[in-house]
Nanobody, 124 residues
């Protein structure tokens, strides 16, 4: 099992930026893919971005492409989500997730480990 702890959420005005972090601990040896998902009130949890172990494969949801950047520092067992040009519709709880292996999935059901989430609120 991999334990994940997100941080960096908060309240920001539209057009602003935030950087989320997700620290992994526990069984972190071996390659694993990391993803970010988000869930707004009354909505399904949706894919935001994902990155494989080497960073050679990265996927983004169309809604965040060009504004968000996912990255990882394997020496620190940490994945990041830089969020720029934030919009009110980005408001949600953001979750970090991990899955074994190098397959970069956009499906939440493919991820075995989840963090507790961090709230991001973008005011208009």
């Amino acid at each position: 099992q991999v334990q994940l702890v997100e941080s960096g959420g908060g309240l920001v005005q539209a057009g602003g930026f935030l950087k989320l972090s997700c620290a992994a601990s526990g069984r972190t040896s071996g390659s694993y893919t990391m993803g970010w998902f988000r869930q707004a009130p009354g909505k399904e949890r949706e894919f935001v971005a994902a990155i494989n172990w080497t960073g050679s494969r990265i996927y983004y949801a169309d809604s965040v492409k060009g504004r968000f950047t996912i990255s990882r520092d394997n020496a620190k067992n940490t994945v990041y989500l830089q969020m720029n040009s934030l919009k009110p519709e980005d408001t949600a709880v953001y979750y970090c997730a991990a899955r074994d292996g190098s397959f970069v999935s956009t499906r939440k059901d493919d991820y075995d480990n989840w963090g507790q989430g961090t709230q991001v609120t973008v005011s208009s």
